[in-house]
């Protein structure tokens, strides 16, 4: 058919319903695990298709520049303001989101749609030949302009996708060609659009949000009780979960030990896994978790818990949502990691920034923290996404990129084991590590669902 009725019953031809369905996949990556997205003044040639192919629990529009609605008391929500191509038709970028921005909460994030500002003549070229209806942009921003006026204005940039190179099914070859351009140099750069996301900087948190630290332990009697002797005093409800997974040299007996040897000073609590694997310990621990945020802390003590505060404290002060160790900045102690091993995890990291648009100095750190609201969202994604990771660490770090949480790296010094062996395989687990990196390129790069996939 080639044509269908907008919202107020008018016909849009079906290339434009291709572009709108393509920039409506892009975004709804993000915004089809969020509560709520607003479309903000959106331009009176916009036929708010772009909006009703979105995915989302709730949609609105609103074109009252005066009106938009206090978010900033959201704590567990998460809405999406979108602007299509607003901020091309205007001259103060930076008073829009300046006015935008005591309106947002911390889990709030603003998704724009923007010209490529290196193809405005197509723009204009469109406009004379009838492809496109209403105003000629007028403003095309680069990126550096868009990073300085998101900073001057109270964001940080947390995801950029450029985005449309073919428009229209040309040959039949469309669809190939907007999941393969973004892959290729030069090419790269040629898209229509690009979709930004932007989050807004709040101050530091008001309370102390209550944590949760789970603590996987398989053979590892011998880091029990240091792990308690070592916690630090964060100065908020402080929950610790203790997880043994199937061991054989005395662990489970000494986490009862250590339960009730330190009751009256932490909630501790500890629970035996069925599964097998740190994943399984893991979305166990989680499950039966009460804090506000959920972190890991890997029971070899390799990490040293004496640094949970750093984590802690960077999601507090509002830097990041999801907070990420890297193991990979200082010299490591001893025989901590070996040179392969170290080799694979900086390989696995720009693989993975690439292929996520999102910049991590380590991939492969046991410790990470999040909120506990957005973690039902990871479980949402992962049950669309697929079970995949016998690890558990990617389907946290690819969740935490698409759902554009906003990652920061916390440097640790990554310690000798005490006590213990490592349960790593460099070579099997290094080519299990290869294929979630493919995994992650075909599905979340390239776009191709895997079957069954909504």
């Known amino acids: ?71 900033s008391g959201e704590t567990e929500k998460r809405t999406a303001v979108l602007l299509n191509g607003t901020v091309n038709h205007h001259y103060d970028i930076q008073g829009l989101l300046m006015q935008l921005h005591p309106s947002l909460s911390r889990t709030s994030r603003v998704i724009m749609v923007i010209y490529n500002p290196y193809l405005g003549w197509l723009y204009r070229l469109a406009n004379r030949l009838g492809l496109r209806s209403g105003e000629v942009p007028t403003t095309f921003i680069t990126k550096v302009d868009l990073d ?53 900087v709040k101050g530091p948190e008001s309370r102390r949000p209550s944590l949760s630290v789970l603590i996987p332990a398989r053979n590892e009697r011998g880091n029990i009780e240091n792990a308690m002797k070592r916690m630090p005093d964060l100065g908020c409800d402080l929950e610790v979960i203790f997880v043994e997974g199937h061991s054989s040299d005395g662990t489970w007996e000494e986490i ?12 501790i609590k500890a629970m035996q896994q069925s599964g097998k694997g740190k994943k399984d310990a893991v979305a166990l621990g989680f499950s039966k978790a009460r804090g506000e945020l959920l972190t890991i802390l890997d029971a070899d003590l390799t990490m040293p818990p004496e640094l949970l505060h ?13 907070v990420n160790g890297s193991r990979l900045v200082y010299p490591m102690e001893g025989e901590a990691m070996r040179f392969l091993n170290r080799l694979g995890n900086t390989f696995f990291a720009k693989a993975l920034s690439w292929v996520l648009d999102a910049r991590l100095g380590d991939s492969l750190c046991g410790t990470k923290l999040l909120a506990r609201h957005d973690y039902r969202r990871v479980l949402a994604w992962r049950e669309q996404f697929g079970d ?46 290869l294929k979630m990196t493919l995994i992650g390129l075909f599905r979340i790069k390239l776009g191709v669902r895997r079957k069954g996939a909504r």
């Open 388 to 433: 995949f990771d016998p690890f558990g660490d990617f389907e946290l770090l690819f969740p935490a990129a698409q759902l554009a949480l906003g990652i920061t790296d916390v440097p640790i010094r990554y310690l000798n084991r005490t006590y213990g062996s490592t349960n790593i395989s460099r070579f099997s687990h290094g080519f299990m590590l």
């Open 148 to 200: 300085n006026i998101a900073q001057l204005s109270g964001y940080t940039i947390v995801r950029r996708r450029l985005a449309l190179y073919c428009p229209w099914r040309l040959l039949g070859l469309g669809d190939l060609v907007n999941r393969v351009a973004p892959c290729l140099p030069l090419l790269r750069w040629l898209g229509l659009v690009y979709v930004t996301v932007l989050k807004p």
């Open 1 to 71: 058919m080639f044509f269908k009725r907008d919202q107020e019953g008018s016909r849009i031809p079906s290339w434009k319903r291709y572009i709108n369905g393509l920039l409506a996949g892009e975004i709804s990556a993000t915004t089809r695990f969020y509560d709520r997205t607003i479309q903000w003044l959106p331009r009176e040639e916009d036929s708010g298709l772009l909006l009703q192919e979105l995915q989302c629990g709730e949609k609105s529009a609103l074109r009252d520049e005066a009106r938009f609605p206090d978010l």
């Open 256 to 267: 009862l030990r250590i339960k009730e040897l330190y009751g009256d000073r932490y909630d």
């Open 310 to 322: 750093r984590f802690y404290d960077a999601y507090c002060s509002g830097q990041a949502d999801f």
